[in-house]
């Protein structure tokens, strides 16, 4: 892909800004361990997958632009096509072998940037942590970067899947330090699953706790 515009620059930016004050009236959005997002180079961002708004909130936290990878079946609704594609989503088709998602990500990972894929895969059914896949073991792995953690609680109360609409909720987000490209070369696929999973773990247990007493 070229150098993106500076239309489509300025247009990320103020859609951030905009998540962020509707994040702040409407879920009182509270962000801890931002000082773990790396300042340059590529990474892979792995969060939890509580509701729709998942990529906006993870977006909102970090003062970098994030890649977003996006299933083929969201860009055949035209309002929803559109929007993703000013952000410039990846597609990626399930039904297919999925390589040339796989190759645009690598191509953006190696030109520094961070690109967020969900390991869970779909959405939670009851706001708790689902089983991780390994389907962003490869890009890690090829990419050569490092894997971000990010723990998000109170999506889920925000917008289940049961619901067509959002409403208001508290959202507490949580991003873990990273795990090194040079760790996830040393680790067994089971292993970097498993360090995944511990560190979305604990930083979703934290969050759970600073959600109740908020």
Request: hydrophobic content about 45%.
């Amino acid at each position: 892909m070229a150098e993106r515009s500076l239309a489509k620059k300025l247009w990320y930016d103020a859609i951030r800004v905009v998540a962020r004050l509707t994040g702040v009236c409407l879920f009182r959005i509270r962000v801890f361990g931002r000082e773990n997002w790396p300042t340059e180079g590529g990474g892979l961002v792995c969060p939890n997958h509580q509701s729709f708004l998942d990529p906006l909130l993870v977006g909102l936290t970090c003062e970098r632009r994030l890649n977003f990878l996006a299933r083929g079946s969201l860009f055949k609704f035209l309002p929803f096509r559109l929007l993703i594609s000013s952000l410039d989503a990846i597609p990626v088709e399930r039904e297919k072998s999925g390589l040339a998602g796989l190759k645009e990500t690598l191509k953006r990972l190696k030109r520094g940037e961070l690109v967020l894929i969900f390991p869970e895969g779909t959405r939670t059914s009851d706001g708790e942590l689902q089983p991780l896949k390994g389907g962003f073991i490869p890009m890690a792995r090829r990419g050569g970067v490092p894997i971000i953690p990010v723990a998000v609680d109170g999506a889920f109360d925000a917008w289940p899947r049961t619901a067509k609409f959002p409403r208001r909720s508290v959202i507490h987000i949580r991003i873990a330090p990273p795990i090194s490209a040079q760790m996830i070369q040393d680790l067994s696929d089971e292993e970097l699953l498993e360090e995944l999973e511990r560190r979305l773990e604990a930083a979703f247990s934290a969050i759970r706790v600073t959600r109740q007493r908020a």
